[in-house]
């Protein structure tokens, strides 16, 4: 990992506690996007690392700096910040933006280079891994039945649409398919 996306890692981790977001939030979600967007790198070595990896500390940073408005949006704008105060070329930080402002793939933007697709992919297995579900449904912020709709919702882009990869998705279903019937039991 280069120094930067050390540092990056630091800065963000830092942020997550401030408590403008939840506890959880830096070692249940990213640090799982982490994990994933390493593993797909290993699989897909032509891709470049350094967009990947600044993608995954800096794609949630609307959330983590409890911002009002289009989560990808102000993400994006959020993340040229911390990229400009690195130092990072506009090259580098277009690329990135563009993976940030695909990273959720609602309708017209998905992610359409294979670090974008990494990022969205990674994004979505980090949900199948801990107890992310968990985290949310004890927030009590939903009824019983509007969280079960929720959660299915976010299965079903999460697998039919975030996972880019058969590969990925292959190694996912089987937990995919476990989340369905829970969440579908009466
Ligand atoms: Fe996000
Ligand atoms: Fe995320």
């Known amino acids: 990992m280069s120094k930067n996306i050390q540092q990056i890692k630091s800065l963000i981790k830092k942020e997550c506690s401030k408590g403008l977001i939840a506890d959880w939030f830096f070692s249940v979600h990213l640090l799982g996007v982490e994990k994933f967007a390493k593993w797909l790198l290993s699989k897909l070595p032509k891709a470049n690392k350094e967009i990947v990896m600044l993608g995954v500390w ?24 911390v990229m400009k105060q690195f130092g990072y070329n506009k090259l580098t930080i277009d690329k990135v933006q563009k993976i940030i402002l695909s990273h959720s793939c609602f ?36 009824s019983l039945k509007g969280y079960k709709e929720w959660v299915l919702e976010k299965l ?16 996912i ?10 969440f579908t039991m009466k």
Do not use: S, W
Not at 66 to 80: N, P, S, V, Y
Not at 115 to 140: P, R, S
Not at 156 to 170: G, L, M, S
């Open 173 to 182: 279903k089987a937990r995919h398919d476990l989340f369905k019937k829970v």
């Open 107 to 142: 309708n017209d933007q998905k992610p359409k280079t294979v670090e974008g697709k990494i990022l969205a992919t990674a994004d979505a297995m980090a949900h199948y891994h801990n107890d992310f579900y968990l985290q949310i449904a004890v927030t009590g912020q939903r």
């Open 58 to 81: 800096l794609h949630d940073l609307q959330r983590i700096r409890g911002l009002k408005g289009d989560h990808q949006k102000i993400g994006a704008r959020e993340a040229e910040k």
């Open 156 to 171: 079903d882009r999460n697998y039919n649409v975030k996972i880019c990869f058969p590969f990925a998705k292959k190694k």
